[in-house]
């Protein structure tokens, strides 16, 4: 250990551990379906765009400024200037309340795990529809009714909380050895399912969906907003989870061509992503009688309604299938959200002189209580306003102000220098451009496009007051915790 600050094992632990993070929910149920709906293969040059202009030099910075400033957001904030602690402790927030659901998610995966050793769900779609939505969740009929918590997700909750703490329990130390596992075993489930889909009949109709370019979609502004988009958040970007992951790294080890490794992996898994849906579609779709459109799906429906669907429709295997896709979202999702935990918690850490212990259980009680409003009845609902508010304000806000107050109120440049140091390849001076240009106008943009749409009515078409309590209201209260926090003088000061 150098100033007693903890490792990782290796630079491959490192990578894994970033790429586990990257690598989540997103590249599955996320990536897929954008691609698909904002112009199949021609969507691809707009995400690569964005991976080349954006996704990777924000990597860069954030794992520059983890390591140089040797700690986790808050403190490297500070370290730039005593005023900016905040954004730090801001990004810890989002990434704070994202966790709390994120793992309510994995509860729900959980509970499917189980389902799939004797396909509990039913046997026809509409079967299935209503085990997911009216009897597992017991969803209400709107945001005010919150129905009653249901045991089995707060069992399972529980359980995932016991899993991301023993993830965490000495930190990179612990992490190091974990993220073999739930890298290479999603990895290894992906593959799998990319030949078994590929095998299926009709799986070509589903590629054809979901690769055919459209071209005119170029010209469209929604479309670069959604990749975009879909880069910081598939990269972990904005969240202060790369800062501190890269603040464990030894002192002399290379950053950038860490950065692009795990930028490439991250892509490339997304759209393997791709081809495992959209094969496993068009074989469903053929099997149904329907078109691919009519069935194509994307976040809890594909995972929980058509997702057990196809597997029901397997001609072999179908209980195997259904426990490995289920162990596959499982082990994506744990590793998001550990290292949004680990973030969180070596922000505390580098501030207080508590024990990793208490800090993580307190991190986890708190998630957890505040989880227990996603297991009620309204849950899905309130977690759809809260994630959409965290990835489309919290992780904005937070990279246009980093890459602002890095850019123009601190010496990026000493940034570039430091991350280029102990490379392989190095950055040429077109990064500070796109860290000053480029990425804060994308970012404003989007951030400006937000705002247009929330002026034109509520997200997603729910109450008003719902929207301020989910969205607004929390948006709020991670500021001013940021603030007080601060302010605060920690005994490590
Ligand atoms: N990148 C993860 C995904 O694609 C989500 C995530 C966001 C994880 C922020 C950690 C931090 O699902």
């Not at 903890?6 to 691609?35: K, M, Q």
């Not at 196809?310 to 744990?334: C, D, E, R, Y």
């Not at 991190?363 to 990835?391: E, K, P, Q, R, Y």
Request: net charge positive; aromatic share 16%; proline share 3%.
């Amino acid at each position: 250990m150098e100033n007693g600050r903890e490792h990782w094992d290796s630079r491959t632990a490192f990578i894994l551990a970033a790429i586990g993070s990257a690598i989540g929910l997103g590249n599955i149920w996320r990536f897929p379906y954008v691609c698909y709906k904002y112009g199949g293969g021609a969507f691809l040059i707009p995400f690569l765009v964005a991976l080349f202009t954006a996704g990777i030099p924000l990597m860069i910075l954030e794992f520059g400024l983890g390591h140089k400033m040797n700690a986790a957001a808050p403190k490297a904030f500070r370290k730039t200037g005593p005023r900016r602690e905040w954004l730090g402790w801001f990004a810890l927030g989002v990434s704070f309340i994202i966790i709390c659901y994120y793992a309510v998610v994995m509860g729900w995966a959980a509970n499917y795990l189980k389902f799939s050793f004797t396909l509990e769900w039913g046997n026809t779609y509409t079967e299935i529809k209503s085990f997911y939505y009216d009897r597992f969740l017991g969803l209400t009929e709107g945001v005010n009714h919150f129905g009653s918590i249901k045991g089995w997700i707060v069992f399972a909750l529980g359980l995932c909380w016991i899993a991301i703490i023993a993830s965490v329990w000495e930190g990179a130390k612990t992490v190091s050895k974990v993220v073999y596992a739930t890298v290479l075993i999603p990895w290894g489930i992906l593959v799998i399912f990319m030949i078994r889909g590929l095998t299926l009949p009709g799986a070509f109709e589903g590629l054809r969906y979901f690769l055919t370019p459209n071209f005119s979609a170029l010209l469209d502004i929604e479309v670069w907003a959604a990749a975009y988009t879909q880069v910081f958040f598939s990269l972990s970007l904005g969240f202060g989870v790369m800062i501190a992951y890269a603040s464990f790294l030894p002192r002399k080890t290379d950053i950038v061509n860490n950065a692009f490794i795990i930028c490439l992996a991250d892509a490339a898994t997304a759209f393997v992503g791709g081809i495992v849906v959209f094969s496993t579609l068009g074989y469903y779709a053929v099997q149904e009688g329907k078109a691919v459109a009519d069935v194509v799906a994307s976040g809890p429906g594909l995972a929980f309604v058509t997702y057990p669907a196809i597997i029901n429709q397997l001609p072999v295997a179908s209980q195997l299938f259904g426990v490995m896709f289920f162990l596959m979202l499982l082990t994506l999702g744990i590793d998001s959200a550990f290292s949004l935990t680990e973030a969180v918690s070596a922000g505390f850490l580098d501030k207080w002189k508590v024990s990793r212990k208490t800090v993580n259980f307190s991190v986890a009680g708190v998630a957890f209580g505040i989880g227990l409003l996603f297991c009620t009845g309204s849950g899905l609902l309130w977690l759809d306003i809260v994630d959409h508010f965290m990835n489309h304000f919290g992780l904005m806000i937070v990279a246009l102000l980093e890459c602002v107050v890095l850019g123009y109120f601190f010496d990026l440049e000493s940034i570039r220098t430091y991350a280029n140091r102990n490379s392989e390849v190095t950055v040429g001076r077109w990064w500070n451009f796109l860290v000053k240009v480029v990425t804060p106008l994308a970012l404003l943009v989007l951030i400006g496009y937000e705002i247009f749409d929330r002026v034109k009515g509520a997200y997603g078409g729910y109450p008003r007051w719902a929207e301020f309590l989910g969205g607004w209201l929390v948006l709020l209260l991670i500021l001013a915790a940021a603030v007080l926090l601060a302010r605060k003088k920690g005994s490590r000061e």
